[in-house]
């Protein structure tokens, strides 16, 4: 009488399933590495692209202020740390005159716009930030 030899082979599918569910856990985690690594960035480049259209509009407020004959300058469009700053005014009179000691003056309010953009549109490193104040004369 002769016995059969038992089948084997049950450690190697239990293997192959460990190194397959081991390879799709490290693949994920890579891919979630650079998914963080691109939010991080690009956060960034919104912070800076927040501060470069804070400086173009402190930079029109300046000029707004300092503009003679209560004029408001035209659109300026400069470059800042590789990002494309563009600066706009624009001047409204107050509807009633203002009354100080006496006399009759009118009040001017200028409209400050800046807007930072670095990139095109379709770049993922793509920031644009647009900021407005309110300046009064």
């Known amino acids: ?18 190194i397959i569910i081991v390879a799709a856990v490290i693949a994920t985690m890579a891919r979630l590495a650079v998914i963080q ?16 259209a804070r400086a173009g509009l402190e930079y029109g407020i ?9 004029t408001c300058a035209n659109a ?3 470059s800042l740390d590789g ?22 003056t009118l009040t001017f309010f200028y409209q400050i716009e800046a807007t930072a953009t670095f990139a095109t549109l379709a770049s993922p490193d793509y920031a644009y930030r647009k900021l407005t104040a309110v300046v009064e004369k």
């Open 37 to 52: 690594n691109a939010t991080t960035s690009l956060a960034i480049q919104q912070a800076r692209a927040y501060q470069v």
């Open 83 to 104: 990002f494309m700053v563009e600066v706009s005014c624009e001047k409204h009179e107050s509807s009633e005159p203002l009354i100080e000691e006496g006399k009759s």
């Open 62 to 70: 300046a000029r707004g202020l300092a503009a003679a004959g209560s």
């Open 76 to 78: 300026t469009v400069f």
């Open 1 to 18: 009488m002769h016995l059969k030899p038992r089948e084997r082979g049950f450690g190697l599918v239990a293997a192959m399933f460990l």
